[in-house]
């Protein structure tokens, strides 16, 4: 009875998502669930008990207290200064270049998407020394529009890729009625494939926008006042002020983590109904 | 005519970008391995001494040990884990949504938040992990003051953040054709195997894609948490990533020219891992081809 085991196989999947995939969620879910909890807990006094759960009382002081000990919203600032000059250049940019791609003959075309695949898998730590060297001898140390510059490449040959995919998946003809009408590339970009692209925007918007302000390594590097640290490197000072005090510490990471958050549930259409717009290695 | 300059103009930011931020310094890194430089006075020709004094260095010697130790464990333990994850997670069902956000929401979580709660939860005494380990009676071990606990612990915090591989292994996963899955399924094969016969090999490109990129990418994936959980890549050299050594050398005690000999390093231990990856897959997947 070959058929029988069609039902069969259902059922054991099922049973597996019924049983295992809220195991698994609550495995993922926990360090942050543990986090909020130390979070919530008196400060000073490391208790014993601190595991899940909520503690009474509830220390929501906490989350006053930390914005006193360090100057969380001056970090918060200097990261969005960056977010606001970033976001909007590496739009432009990364969908200028894509569109550009996207419009090339196919032997060219492939060519700008190997070198953007290249690009990509260069980890930060290859190239850091001679970038470093390069924006010291440029005077930009300690400055925090040091931070935008990487938006003058779109940040992420990853988005230029999102807008080529993006702008080949609009039918060709759209952009050939426009050219014979006497339309520029310039106009084409601006009148009819931008506007066609808009989900690819707010998903490069957001990636980029939360990239700034998780980024660790390039304000470590360039940044010495503690006046210009971003909200990351906040966390740190945060940490060296008392290596002991857990429960401001995990308060300080829930709220630079909080925003994310926010960002992603508002974007979450963006980010999980097409999965495929999110694949980072561009297929 | 017209057109093709304005083509040019549009990609002209983007390729300048990558040429000064990306290609320069990569090319230029190689350069300032043969130098002695230390950021302050100009770089002098060193010859090979950089390299030469890498081959009597212990700390480098440890650091290479301890990113290969990470490549050999992290990368497949995080591409198992977001295959896992995926097949649970594959078919649309109540809760599937919400599930599936969560196992991305640590991927969104900043890198020094993230080494921040780790550092937490890894405390051997107050950490929730080994108080969650007490109550079911195991004496936890000293995570972050063990050398050999010290690194596992990285490992095991880098498994949760796989939102990437994740969402590429979904995409592939939903891309077999549901025919096919049912056939094998007629043909009486158990759930196990027709994922095992039919899913995998029809998804091994992109999975060989993101062992490639987990790999290179390792080598910045575990800075942050070297700095932070390893405290600067503690204890006794347990966390001294490449990257990790590297930021130290050049940053800490300025000596650029030698730091840039170990990136060298870096390249070609990277490049022979992706070598060794790529044969084994090869090998891999022509044993698929004999049992299909």
Same mark, same amino acid.
């Given at each position: 009875?070959?058929?029988?085991?069609?039902? #069969?196989?259902?059922? =054991?999947?099922?049973?597996?998502?019924?049983? =295992? @995939?809220?195991?698994? @969620?609550? =495995?993922?879910?926990?360090?942050?669930?543990?986090?909020?909890? @130390?979070?919530?807990?008196?400060?000073?006094?490391?208790?014993?008990?601190?595991?899940?759960?909520?503690?009474?009382?509830?220390?929501?002081?906490?989350?006053?207290?930390?914005?006193?000990?360090?100057?969380?919203?001056?970090?918060?600032?200097?990261?969005?200064?960056?977010?606001?000059?970033?976001?909007?250049?590496?739009?432009?940019?990364?969908?200028?270049?894509?569109?550009?791609?996207? #419009?090339?003959? #196919?032997?060219?075309?492939?060519?700008?998407?190997?070198?953007?695949?290249?690009?990509?898998?260069?980890?930060?730590?290859? %190239?850091?020394?001679?970038?470093?060297?390069?924006?010291?001898?440029?005077?930009?140390?300690?400055?925090?529009? &040091?931070?935008?510059?990487?938006?003058?490449?779109?940040?992420?040959?990853?988005?230029?890729?999102?807008?080529?995919?993006?702008?080949?998946?609009?039918?060709?003809?759209?952009?050939?009625?426009?050219?014979?009408?006497?339309?520029?590339?310039?106009?084409?970009?601006?009148?009819?494939?931008?506007?066609?692209?808009?989900? &690819?925007?707010?998903?490069? &918007?957001?990636?980029?926008?939360?990239?700034?302000?998780?980024?660790?390594?390039?304000?470590?590097? =360039? %940044?010495?006042?503690?006046?210009?640290?971003?909200?990351?490197?906040?966390?740190?000072?945060?940490?060296?002020?008392?290596?002991?005090?857990? !429960?401001?510490?995990?308060?300080? &990471?829930?709220?630079?983590?909080? !925003?994310?958050?926010?960002?992603?549930?508002?974007?979450?259409?963006?980010?999980?109904?097409?999965?495929?717009?999110?694949?980072?290695?561009?297929? | 005519?017209?057109?093709?300059?304005? /083509?040019?103009?549009? *990609?002209?930011?983007?390729?300048?970008?990558?040429?000064?931020?990306?290609?320069?310094?990569?090319?230029?890194?190689?350069?300032?391995?043969?130098?002695?430089?230390?950021?302050?006075?100009?770089?002098?020709?060193?010859?090979?001494?950089? /390299?030469?004094?890498?081959?009597?260095?212990?700390?480098?010697?440890?650091?290479?040990?301890?990113?290969?130790?990470?490549?050999?464990?992290?990368?497949?333990?995080?591409?198992?884990?977001?295959?896992?994850?995926?097949?649970?997670?594959?078919?649309?069902?109540?809760?599937?949504?919400?599930?599936?956000?969560?196992?991305?929401?640590?991927?969104?979580?900043?890198?020094?938040?993230?080494?921040?709660?780790?550092?937490?939860?890894?405390?051997?005494?107050?950490?929730?992990?080994?108080?969650?380990?007490?109550?079911?009676?195991?004496?936890?071990?000293?995570?972050?003051?063990?050398?050999?606990?010290?690194?596992?612990?990285?490992?095991?915090?880098?498994?949760?953040?796989?939102?990437?591989?994740?969402?590429?292994?979904?995409?592939?996963?939903?891309?077999?054709?549901?025919?096919?899955?049912?056939?094998?399924?007629?043909?009486?094969?158990?759930?196990?195997?027709?994922?095992?016969?039919?899913? *995998?090999?029809?998804?091994?490109?992109?999975?060989?894609?993101?062992? /490639?990129?987990?790999?290179?990418?390792?080598?910045?994936?575990?800075?942050?948490?070297?700095?932070?959980?390893?405290?600067?890549?503690?204890?006794?050299?347990?966390?001294?990533?490449?990257?990790?050594?590297?930021?130290?050398?050049?940053?800490?005690?300025?000596?650029?020219?030698?730091?840039?000999?170990?990136?060298?390093?870096?390249?070609?231990?990277?490049?022979?891992?992706?070598?060794?990856?790529?044969?084994?897959?090869?090998?891999?997947?022509?044993?698929?081809?004999?049992?299909?």
């Amino acid at each position: 009875m070959p058929g029988s085991l069609v039902p #069969q196989r259902h059922r =054991l999947s099922g049973l597996g998502h019924r049983v =295992l @995939a809220p195991v698994v @969620a609550l =495995l993922f879910f926990l360090p942050l669930l543990w986090a909020l909890s @130390a979070s919530l807990h008196e400060p000073g006094v490391t208790a014993r008990r601190m595991i899940a759960g909520v503690p009474s009382p509830v220390a929501w002081g906490n989350y006053r207290e930390v914005f006193r000990v360090v100057d969380l919203l001056r970090y918060a600032a200097n990261s969005l200064f960056v977010i606001a000059l970033a976001v909007p250049i590496t739009i432009v940019v990364a969908s200028w270049a894509g569109f550009a791609v996207s #419009q090339l003959p #196919q032997r060219w075309r492939w060519r700008f998407i190997a070198l953007s695949v290249l690009c990509l898998m260069v980890p930060l730590t290859a %190239i850091w020394l001679p970038r470093f060297i390069l924006f010291k001898e440029a005077g930009l140390i300690d400055r925090r529009i &040091a931070l935008v510059v990487p938006a003058l490449m779109g940040t992420s040959p990853f988005y230029v890729l999102l807008f080529t995919w993006t702008f080949l998946r609009i039918p060709q003809e759209i952009y050939e009625a426009a050219r014979l009408d006497g339309a520029t590339p310039w106009r084409i970009w601006q009148e009819i494939a931008l506007p066609l692209a808009r989900p &690819a925007i707010v998903a490069v &918007a957001v990636l980029s926008a939360v990239h700034y302000w998780n980024s660790v390594i390039e304000p470590l590097l =360039l %940044i010495r006042t503690d006046a210009n640290n971003t909200a990351s490197l906040g966390l740190r000072v945060l940490y060296s002020l008392d290596r002991t005090n857990w !429960p401001l510490i995990m308060t300080g &990471a829930i709220v630079v983590i909080a !925003p994310v958050l926010l960002v992603f549930v508002l974007a979450q259409r963006a980010f999980l109904q097409d999965p495929r717009g999110h694949d980072r290695l561009g297929h | 005519m017209r057109d093709r300059v304005q /083509f040019s103009l549009m *990609l002209a930011p983007y390729l300048t970008g990558l040429a000064v931020l990306i290609i320069v310094p990569a090319i230029a890194g190689f350069g300032l391995a043969f130098a002695d430089y230390n950021a302050l006075q100009p770089p002098r020709f060193a010859g090979l001494a950089n /390299f030469r004094a890498l081959l009597e260095d212990d700390v480098f010697r440890i650091a290479i040990a301890n990113s290969l130790f990470y490549i050999a464990l992290a990368v497949p333990l995080r591409l198992v884990g977001a295959l896992f994850t995926a097949r649970l997670l594959l078919r649309p069902r109540r809760g599937t949504r919400l599930y599936r956000a969560i196992v991305y929401l640590p991927t969104l979580i900043p890198d020094m938040a993230w080494a921040l709660i780790w550092l937490w939860i890894l405390n051997p005494i107050y950490g929730p992990l080994n108080q969650a380990l007490a109550l079911v009676g195991i004496d936890g071990p000293a995570w972050l003051v063990d050398p050999t606990w010290a690194r596992l612990g990285i490992v095991l915090m880098m498994i949760w953040q796989i939102g990437e591989g994740f969402v590429v292994c979904l995409a592939s996963l939903q891309g077999v054709s549901r025919d096919l899955l049912d056939q094998a399924a007629v043909d009486g094969s158990s759930l196990w195997r027709a994922f095992w016969g039919v899913s *995998l090999p029809l998804i091994a490109p992109a999975l060989l894609l993101l062992l /490639f990129r987990d790999t290179i990418l390792s080598f910045q994936a575990n800075f942050v948490p070297a700095l932070i959980v390893g405290r600067g890549g503690g204890p006794d050299y347990a966390t001294t990533f490449l990257p990790m050594y590297i930021y130290t050398t050049a940053f800490g005690y300025l000596r650029f020219g030698y730091a840039a000999a170990m990136t060298c390093a870096m390249y070609f231990i990277t490049g022979l891992v992706l070598w060794l990856q790529y044969r084994t897959a090869v090998r891999w997947r022509l044993g698929f081809d004999d049992a299909g």
